[in-house]
């Protein structure tokens, strides 16, 4: 069993930077892939990057290549999304998954319960 617990999103004006933090509880979480995702109003839930077990192995979706960094601190039970140069089309709730692979939420076994972010113009 594994608890999520995002942090870190916010009200930010574009072109800004925001770090989100997923907090895990659980022993085994240095074995389980890492993944964001994001929900905007009235749209699906989308992949935003995944990581490995190990953290050597990443995948940021295309809308965010260059701009977001997925990592993982295994020491410290958390992995970290950067968020840079953020547009307006960023806003949405922001959430941590763990126990799956690629970037179908539904392969995803555990969720968080998100956090917001808001990009302003």
């Known amino acids: 069993q594994v608890q999520l617990v995002e942090s870190g999103g916010g009200l930010v004006q574009a072109g800004g930077s925001l770090r989100l933090s997923c907090a895990a509880s659980g022993r085994s979480f240095t074995t389980y892939g890492m993944g964001w995702f994001r929900q905007a109003p009235g749209k699906e839930r989308d992949f935003v990057a995944r990581?490995?077990?190990?953290?050597?192995?990443?995948v940021h979706a295309d809308s965010v290549k260059g701009r977001f960094t997925i990592s993982r601190d295994n020491a410290k039970n958390t992995v970290y999304l950067q968020m840079n140069s953020l547009k307006p089309e960023d806003t949405a709730d922001y959430y941590c998954?763990?126990?799956?692979?690629?970037?179908?939420?539904?392969?995803?076994?555990?969720w968080g319960h998100g956090t917001q972010v808001t990009v302003s113009s």
């Open positions: 998954a763990a126990g799956g692979y690629g970037g179908d939420p539904s392969n995803y076994r555990y």
């Open positions: 990581i490995s077990a190990s953290g050597y192995s990443t």
